[in-house]
């Protein structure tokens, strides 16, 4: 079908249209009925984007895995299990560290210069999400 | 029961997404601030215990404030959206009938849950309200919205455990209302309560037991159905999308006061862009507009002067650069040397619908929709304010106060939570 698009001149109270077609020429592109979705990484990043925030690591702790700058996908929606790594608040600040629920709860870092951190009694430690991806440039 | 309606709502909202990237504001208390950093908008529980009201003016509550080291805080408003979105969309999992009724707010329409039990059902989504979001939530129960909306008024004040609480039964509902004041009721504000007290209807349960034919002869059709809706037959239905606006209004404080015409015309300009903005998204046309300026009218010392002129645009349109014009000129018309300005603001008016429109056979107003749908998608995707007209300036150094902003931690990539 032929466009019509009527273009109107400026600083004239009665204005007269013009009018021009556009005819479309040439064959149309055989991979044009093919081109559908492209690949988008929060597809396989992202789980559950109601539940899922990013944070951003600052430290050591966790080298071996995880490094300072890179980009934390946090699910709060999955449940913590033995051995996951997970954002914690511990004394009101943000860690990343692995959970270690043998013998006690336990916060491992995967970095063998630091000390785990025993859970005791007086200690106030919320699971605040669980790592599910991490992201970083090269 | 073939129908109930759940009322579910965000506690302390404001303050409740602020805890969940600062875990320093958790178990004290904690205000937010109103634009401009005026009055408590937002106070957390233990706020609200050391005895600060809603809105009270924070130079007035400063000696509480210092005495039980209140964390005070400016709001935050992309970060209270994006939670906001995502509550939405956990309440749309669980049912297929949900109205967005605030920013905090959504009631649900359960049709045809029979077999479900609802009480249990309710109470997995404040399980994953918390979870997902770390929002604590209450919802109540019922069969009409303004009962679901009393339900909800107990289940957050007698914080029931698991924070469901259902009137539905005759003796749960005459217990709650028996000592509920009219004016706690939905869509009975304080005018009209006065006028019932002096009938003698005091209590939520007086107004149900009255005779509503003899109200609405008193008051109007809407007395009667909140009887109705008190007496659990619904007469307020669920509404899906809310109505298009039929009036725009922009407008807010300089955190300075002002002379400077040019830091006017950028604000002018700013709440200009915005206006069309709103008029775009719900796709519709504005055929007039008015500008208004004034002084600060709490401030003795100052010379006072308030103006507004409402201009008429030839044809309507949505389109910023139309609007923009007629603002200035209009500005023009009503600026006055000499006063120190504290508020503008601008009204789009005479709203129709993009479709139902008359052009204007001998003037047409020289409007390139692609312009602005190519401003909006930008607007888009980079972020607000990324494309804009110039008028608009670019230091924004009217825009209002807000000291104790909390980061953007959703909504950019700078912001975003830091962990150790």
């Known amino acids: 079908m032929a466009k019509v698009s009527i273009l109107t001149p400026t600083n004239s109270p009665l204005e007269l249209p013009i009018v021009t077609s556009k005819v479309p020429a040439g064959f149309p592109s055989p991979a044009e009925e093919y081109l559908g979705d492209t690949l988008d990484l929060n597809q396989i990043m992202v789980d559950n984007p109601t539940a899922t925030f990013f944070a951003r690591v600052q430290g050591e702790s966790m080298t071996t895995t995880i490094f300072p700058d890179d980009i934390l996908v946090v699910d709060r929606s999955v449940s913590p299990k033995h051995g996951s790594v997970v954002v914690a608040i511990v004394n009101n600040e943000f860690t990343v560290k692995r959970l270690n629920m043998n013998d006690g709860l336990t916060l491992v870092s995967d970095n063998p210069d630091y000390e785990p951190i025993r859970i005791t009694g007086e200690m106030d430690l919320t699971v605040w999400g669980v790592v599910t991806g991490i992201s970083r440039k090269l | 029961m073939s129908k109930m309606f759940a009322l579910c709502d965000v506690n302390n909202f404001y303050v409740s997404c602020e805890r969940l990237f600062n875990p320093a504001l958790r178990n004290r208390p904690v205000i937010v601030l109103s634009n401009n950093d005026g009055c408590a ?49 956990v309440l749309e999992r669980s049912c297929d009938q949900v109205e967005q009724y605030s920013i905090d707010e959504s009631f649900l329409l359960y049709e045809g849950f029979k077999h479900t039990n609802l009480i249990e059902h309710n109470q997995e989504i404040v399980k994953t309200v918390q979870q997902w979001l770390g929002l604590p939530i209450c919802i109540g129960l019922a069969p009409s919205k303004t009962l679901a909306k009393i339900a909800n008024h107990y289940a957050k004040s007698l914080a029931v455990p698991n924070g469901v609480l259902e009137l539905n039964s005759r003796y749960t509902v005459k217990n709650a209302l028996e000592n509920l004041p009219v004016s706690e009721i939905w869509g009975v504000g304080r005018r009209l309560s006065e006028k019932l007290n002096k009938v003698g209807i005091h209590t939520a349960l007086q107004l149900r037991n009255a005779d509503y034919k003899t109200l609405q002869r008193m008051f109007s059709v809407n007395m009667e159905r909140t009887v109705l809706e008190l007496r659990g037959k619904s007469c307020i239905a669920l509404e899906d999308s809310p109505p298009p606006k039929k009036q725009i209004v922009c407008s807010r404080s300089f955190s300075n006061k002002t002379d400077d015409l040019q830091l006017i015309r950028e604000a002018i300009a700013y709440h200009v862009t915005r206006g069309c903005e709103t008029l775009r998204k719900q796709g519709s046309l504005a055929k007039s507009m008015t500008v208004g300026i004034r002084t600060n009218p709490f401030s003795a010392q100052d010379k006072q002067y308030c103006q507004s002129i409402t201009l008429s645009l030839p044809e309507a349109t949505d389109h910023t650069g139309v609007f923009l014009k007629s603002a200035m000129r209009g500005l ?20 129709s619908t993009a479709e139902g429109h008359q052009k204007d056979f001998f003037m047409s107003v020289k409007s390139s929709p692609e312009l602005m749908q190519a401003v909006d998608s930008i607007n888009a995707k980079y972020g607000k304010g990324t494309a804009k007209f110039a008028l608009q300036g670019f230091n924004q150094k009217w825009s209002m106060k807000s000291e104790r902003r909390s980061k953007d931690f959703t909504s950019n990539w700078n912001d975003i939570v830091k962990v150790k």
């Open chain 2, 332 to 351: 023009q018309e009503i600026y006055k040397k000499g006063f120190l300005y504290k508020k503008v603001g601008i009204m789009l008016n005479d709203l």
């Open chain 2, 41 to 89: 908008v937002a106070r957390s529980n233990e706020a609200k215990a050391i005895g600060i009201k809603m809105g009270a003016p924070l130079h007035k509550i400063q000696d509480i404030v210092r005495k039980h080291n209140v964390q005070v805080l400016s709001s935050n408003y992309a970060l209270y959206g994006d939670l906001s979105n995502r509550f939405v969309s």
